[in-house]
């Protein structure tokens, strides 16, 4: 099966971007109704040190309970997205999709209850309703599968490209996700050159 084959219908890609060594590099594939998320081309140079490059998918969702307004780094969600044996904690990555579409990709500060702490104020105000993905940690387990997130290596002091025009590189698990390509960016900074991505039925 080719990539037209899986009913395409929509897609887009990134440019570079890097951060100062030992600052994880992201970059987000949004999700869309209907369709699934499928990476189909990811370039990715080292410096003088090999990098990791591991694709988080979400691990769990939920919605948020109550308005949160821009400046506020509080969100209350309905109920914990975690998984059983991994409920959201500090340090897990989220994403949160506001009605317009808009991303935040942020880090827990800490959660109590239903109440959670980002690591970061919110530039803009998030409506109750809105969609917050856990996308965990890099080491975590996928409920969904029984493995770990989508790892690849990244070896130090050359420009490494990952495509596969039969199927892609890595798609989400279920429609209307997001993937968070990430970047453990160790020791000396690397760059992520591009993410190329498309939406599919299939």
């Not at 209907?34 to 490059?53: D, E, K, N, P, Q």
């Not at 506001?98 to 990709?105: A, Q, S």
């Not at 996928?142 to 290596?153: A, L, M, N």
Request: aromatic content about 4%.
């Amino acid at each position: 099966m080719a990539v037209a084959e899986l009913g395409v219908f929509g897609g887009n890609g990134f440019g570079r971007r890097t951060a100062t060594a030992g600052t994880v590099i992201n970059h987000v594939v949004p999700p869309r109704k209907r369709a699934y998320s499928r990476i189909t081309t990811m370039v990715y140079t080292a410096a003088g040190t090999a990098h990791t490059l591991t694709v988080l998918r979400p691990l769990g969702s939920t919605v948020l309970s109550a308005d949160a307004s821009a400046s506020q780094a509080v969100v209350n969600v309905q109920a914990n997205p975690g998984p059983a044996g991994n409920a959201l904690a500090a340090n897990d990555w989220v994403i949160i999709q506001r009605p317009d579409g808009t991303l935040v990709v942020d880090t827990v500060s800490s959660i109590t209850g239903t109440a959670i702490t980002l690591a970061t104020s919110l530039a803009a105000a998030v409506p109750a309703g809105s969609q917050l993905w856990m996308m965990g940690v890099a080491a975590d387990t996928d409920p969904r599968t029984g493995s770990g997130h989508p790892q690849y290596s990244a070896p130090a002091s050359v420009t490494t490209r990952y495509s596969d025009d039969l199927i892609g590189v890595v798609a989400s698990i279920g429609n209307n996700e997001p993937l968070l390509v990430q970047s453990n960016n160790a020791v000396a900074a690397g760059t992520l050159e591009q993410v190329s991505y498309l939406h599919s039925i299939k």
